[in-house]
């Protein structure tokens, strides 16, 4: 096996110069394609790191329902009958969005 | 194949370059493809964010409004007898003739619903609450029969939670705060007195549903209802006629039996999901 590695390394037969051709503009759009794949691929990674740091933040704010948030009321309807109950709405910004949660007001 | 392909001198390496290159340009579209609709998923979070906290704030607002509270349904029948007797009196007193008796007998039916809250105060009516959980309760009581017989011998024949599972129309909850999602609301009772809300949100054609339940806890005496009575009055008129002096005595007797169904909530559960 070593002695035709050898032979099929010493051989001096090639391709001919339109397969070399062929081959090297096969190779580089390969090449135009990984390229574009990985920078593709690393874009995708920043924004989803962003979007999940973004998430995570935007939650623990709400978990941590910080005092600096509104007061306001939500309103229970039943026919003509109502209910306002006095709340807290606490709100944080995810991926550009608002998200609100509301809870009894305290005290 | 790699001895054949090391005896080869043909330009077959092109053909397997461009296969082993195909192969890989098939493989990294599809993972770039499989990625970008992960990352897309990932994007949709913050929505996801909006209608769950909606639905959750919703969710949580209503069980503490409504759990704690208690309604207590009595139901009355009041059996009344009156016994009328008519004698004649001659100038000197005495009694001529036979007194005649007469004997009407009735029998009404009534039911009263009083809500409190937790530490026992009456919840005031047209309230939400208070209307909604009255509701929920007469709804146990009563069942599906028309309101109009609920004060009526079939209203105080009914046994509770013979019925089947009922929706209550109508409940809504608003936000002051115009950046909340709105939720909807479907309220149900079931048949052991259970009050469940389905809460759910939607935005961009996407649902979060939450289901919350109260759990009853029911006390009932519809099987060996008290018995007030009898209680006795007795009025005499006496009135003068041509002839001598008419008497009547009117004497009325009543019963009241009442029938008292009382019922709580507490948070039971509470599930994602319709």
């Given at each position: 096996?070593?002695?035709?590695?050898?032979?099929?390394?010493?051989?001096?037969?090639?391709?001919?110069?339109?397969?070399?051709?062929?081959?090297?503009?096969?190779?580089?759009?390969?090449?135009?394609?990984?390229?574009?794949?990985?920078?593709?691929?690393?874009?995708?990674?920043?924004?989803?790191?962003?979007?999940?740091?973004?998430?995570?933040?935007?939650?623990?704010?709400?978990?941590?329902?910080?005092?600096?948030?509104?007061?306001?009321?939500?309103?229970?309807?039943?026919?003509?009958?109502?209910?306002?109950?006095?709340?807290?709405?606490?709100?944080?910004?995810?991926?550009?969005?608002?998200?609100?949660?509301?809870?009894?007001?305290?005290? | 194949?790699?001895?054949?392909?090391?005896?080869?001198?043909?330009?077959?390496?092109?053909?397997?370059?461009?296969?082993?290159?195909?192969?890989?340009?098939?493989?990294?579209?599809?993972?770039?493809?499989?990625?970008?609709?992960?990352?897309?998923?990932?994007?949709?979070?913050?929505?996801?964010?909006?209608?769950?906290?909606?639905?959750?704030?919703?969710?949580?607002?209503?069980?503490?409004?409504?759990?704690?509270?208690s309604v207590t349904v009595v139901r009355t029948k009041t059996d009344t007898v009156t016994?009328?007797?008519?004698?004649?009196?001659?100038?000197?007193?005495?009694?001529?003739?036979?007194?005649?008796?007469?004997t009407e007998s009735t029998t009404g039916y009534t039911y009263a619903v009083t809500v409190?809250?937790?530490?026992?105060?009456?919840?005031?009516?047209?309230?939400?609450?208070?209307e909604?959980l009255a509701d929920v309760a007469i709804k146990y009581v009563f069942g599906n029969i028309d309101a109009s017989a609920y004060e009526s011998d079939t209203g105080w024949g009914r046994t509770p939670g013979d019925f089947q599972e009922v929706?209550l129309?109508?409940?809504?909850?608003?936000?002051?705060?115009?950046?909340?999602?709105?939720?909807?609301?479907?309220?149900?009772v079931g048949r052991d007195g259970?009050?469940?809300?389905?809460?759910?949100?939607?935005?961009?054609?996407?649902?979060?549903?939450?289901?919350?339940?109260?759990?009853p806890?029911v006390s009932d005496d519809s099987g060996n209802p008290p018995v007030n009575g009898p209680n006795t009055?007795?009025?005499?008129?006496?009135?003068?006629?041509?002839?001598?002096?008419?008497?009547?005595?009117?004497?009325v007797t009543t019963t009241t039996t009442t029938k008292t169904t009382a019922i709580s909530?507490?948070?039971?559960?509470?599930?994602?999901?319709?």
């Open positions: 096996m070593a002695k035709k590695l050898r032979a099929r390394l010493r051989s001096r037969a090639g391709e001919s110069i339109g397969e070399v051709l062929a081959a090297l503009l096969i190779s580089s759009l390969g090449l135009v394609l990984l390229a574009g794949m990985i920078s593709a691929s690393a874009r995708m990674l920043q924004r989803n790191e962003e979007n999940m740091t973004s998430y995570i933040t935007g939650g623990n704010t709400l978990a941590a329902q910080p005092s600096q948030d509104k007061n306001g009321n939500v309103t229970l309807q039943y026919g003509s009958a109502s209910n306002t109950v006095d709340v807290t709405y606490y709100e944080t910004s995810v991926n550009g969005k608002t998200v609100i949660s509301y809870k009894y007001k305290a005290g | 194949m790699v001895r054949k392909k090391l005896k080869s001198n043909s330009g077959m390496s092109l053909l397997m370059a461009l296969l082993l290159f195909l192969v890989c340009a098939v493989v990294g579209a599809v993972v770039l493809t499989a990625a970008t609709a992960a990352a897309g998923r990932a994007g949709e979070l913050a929505e996801m964010d909006r209608r769950y906290y909606s639905v959750s704030s919703a969710a949580e607002l209503l069980a503490r409004e409504l759990s704690g509270k016994e009328t007797t008519t004698s004649t009196l001659d100038s000197s007193g005495n009694l001529t003739g036979s007194p005649t008796v007469n409190k809250d937790g530490a026992g105060s009456a919840i005031p009516a047209d309230t939400a609450v208070r909604l929706t129309p109508g409940v809504t909850l608003s936000a002051s705060n115009g950046d909340v999602l709105p939720v909807t609301l479907a309220a149900k259970s009050l469940s809300f389905t809460v759910a949100c939607t935005e961009d054609g996407d649902t979060f549903t939450m289901t919350l339940t109260m759990k806890s009055e007795t009025t005499t008129e006496t009135e003068n006629t041509g002839s001598g002096t008419e008497r009547t005595e009117t004497k909530w507490t948070v039971g559960t509470v599930s994602t999901g319709g």
